[in-house]
């Protein structure tokens, strides 16, 4: 089961668009062909994302950059909902919702997002396109190490950042973790007030166009790998 915690003053807006655009609905509102859009979109013109069974799908804010560069005036209003996004995968609900509720105390703006289910973690990761993943490693059915997989096939994204939240960081671990896509790895049982200050550290480098860290600070009893 997926659970939100959403914007809704941005929600009661009537005719905005807050959530990624297919192709149809990026040709109706530009009024033009499916054709034209994905030819927009194959020579780099238009940016947009591939979800994970493989369709195109452009963020408001994207749409709205291409309209003003191409010189098109089109009448569009939206939202754009990328800037604090997080999602949590992790089948232990009694530590998912705890984190929840602190990250929603301290980014009182952000969508927060959470699944028991590492399969519907990779379908969100490619429609809702999070800034960071909280991502558990220990579950049933897809665990963590099978999602960084699956993540690692597609085409990389540094955009998102990686944190592990698991509470079986031994050395074993760590060295499978090491080297990869994995921006962060914490212990459960460190204190959830310093590992706030940290996402919120890792998100503000990504928001200044910092390059992408892919191993982490050297916290030896944290996240070191």
Known sequence: MVEYK????????????????????????????????????????????????????????????????????????????????????DDDTTYAKLLKEALCTRFPSADVIMTED???????????????????LRMPKLDGFGVLEMLGQRKKDDSMKIVILSAYLDDETRARLKG????????????????????????HGAATGKPARRRPPARVTTQTL
């Open 180 to 203: 990869g896509m994995v921006d962060q790895a914490w212990d459960k049982s460190e204190n959830i007030n310093i590992m706030l200050q940290s996402f919120e550290k890792l998100l």
């Open 6 to 89: 959403q914007n809704f003053n941005a929600l009661k807006l009537s005719g905005v668009h807050k959530k990624p655009l297919n192709v149809g609905l990026v040709a109706k509102i530009c009024r033009v062909s499916k054709k034209t859009v994905l030819n927009w979109i194959y020579k780099g013109a238009l940016k947009a994302f591939t979800t994970f069974g493989g369709h195109y799908r452009v963020w408001p804010g994207d749409l709205k950059d291409f309209l003003v560069v191409a010189g098109l005036d089109v009448p569009f209003q939206f939202v754009d909902e990328r800037k604090t996004t997080f999602l949590i995968v």
């Open 118 to 136: 590492g399969y519907e973690g990779l379908v969100l990761i490619g429609e809702r396109k999070p800034q960071l993943l909280l991502l558990d």
